[in-house]
């Protein structure tokens, strides 16, 4: 169903055009994620759940997908302003 924004998020993280949000790294790291498992929840992952910010307005996307020992994972992210893929948090499912 979203297969254009994910893939547009994949490229994202292919080419490094992304950003963390402080609260994104604070959970990933509450959780013992890296950033190698956050990129691989990206590429191996599907679009579960699209929400709109009710303040900005904008798209965020829940990608589940697995971390580097397959574990299940869920990024929220969104495409800023700028054209970057913004990891909003990160969390295990």
């Known amino acids: 169903m979203f297969e254009r924004i994910l ?5 994202k993280v292919r080419t490094r055009q992304y950003v963390m949000t402080i ?4 959970e990933m790291d509450e959780d013992g ?6 990129e691989s929840v990206v590429l191996s992952g ?3 759940e699209r929400q709109k910010d009710s303040s900005s307005a ?4 829940l990608v589940k997908g697995e971390a ?3 574990d299940p994972v869920i990024a929220v992210t ?8 913004v990891f909003v948090t990160i ?3």
Not at 80 to 85: A, C, D, E, I, Q
């Open 7 to 11: 893939n547009q998020l994949s490229e």
């Open 23 to 26: 609260h994104a790294d604070e």
């Open 33 to 38: 994620l890296t950033i190698f498992d956050v």
């Open 46 to 48: 599907k679009i579960i």
């Open 58 to 61: 904008e798209w965020k996307y």
């Open 68 to 70: 580097l020992n397959g």
């Open 78 to 85: 969104k495409i800023s302003p700028t054209g970057k893929l």
């Open 91 to 93: 969390y295990r499912d």
